[in-house]
């Protein structure tokens, strides 16, 4: 089944002859399984409401047009688009992005964690920006996945499409966890995982990683 869903993917994005439109399409995932409380959904919102307000990350959208996605996931059969793809045209086009993501409702809070299934689901909603030149999917989570595919096998059959998957591993009570995203989760020319040692450390930790994402020096 995870081949033939592959299979189909690869026939989505067929190389386009004309010139990208925007840079980089961006899809921001986030993680709203069992082991997530309220608090802790809230710290994932908030700071990745407050990263995209920040001044060097809205000029870099804007700069660049990217195009953003946002999906919540938690166990197989449970993911969904929770703010659909936007075009970063200008600062306001960022800013109603950002409040977008801080009002998202939570979509589930008693499931279990599929990574795999996560990245087959947001893959899958690329083909409505075939015109960006790269194609991230950006995988926030506090734990190894446990249902479903394994994300592995998945994450390197889209790095072969073109596809970046980068990580950021909530350490918290998992251990190991960036290792784990190192080694089973992140694909394709370039990719990384960022660490947040605690949900505390997640908005400055989402902030880093977007700025890299848009390929902007930090210190």
């Known amino acids: ?23 980089i399409a961006l899809a921001l995932t986030v993680d709203v399984s069992g082991s997530i409380n309220e608090q802790e ?3 994932q919102m908030d700071g990745l409401a407050a990263a995209l307000w920040d001044n060097a990350v809205a000029d870099a959208l804007v700069s ?4 953003l996605l946002l999906v919540q996931w938690s166990g197989e059969s449970r993911q969904e688009v929770s703010v659909p793809w936007s075009r970063m045209k200008s600062q306001s086009d960022v800013a109603d992005f950002a409040e977008l993501v801080e009002r998202t409702p939570r979509a589930w809070a008693v499931f279990s964690t599929g990574i ?7 893959s899958a909603q690329f083909g409505e920006v075939s ?25 390197q059959a889209l ?16 251990f190991e966890l960036t290792a784990y995203f ?8 370039a990719a990384f995982v960022f660490t947040a040692e605690t949900y505390a450390d997640y908005p400055r930790t989402i902030w880093r990683k977007l700025l890299s994402e848009l390929i902007i020096p930090i210190s």
């Open 1 to 23: 089944m995870v081949k033939a869903a592959l299979i189909l993917l690869a026939g989505v994005f067929m190389p386009s002859l004309s010139m990208a439109a925007c840079s």
């Open 41 to 43: 959904y809230r710290l």
């Open 64 to 67: 660049s047009e990217v195009a």
């Open 116 to 122: 795999g299934n996560a990245l087959l689901f947001t």
């Open 131 to 155: 015109d960006c030149e790269h194609k991230v999917i950006d995988v926030s989570g506090d734990g190894h996945s446990n249902e479903g595919p394994d994300p592995l096998e998945i994450a």
């Open 159 to 174: 790095a072969l499409q073109g596809f970046q998957i980068n990580g950021l591993a909530i350490e918290d009570d998992e």
């Open 182 to 189: 190192k080694h089973n989760v992140i694909a394709g020319e």
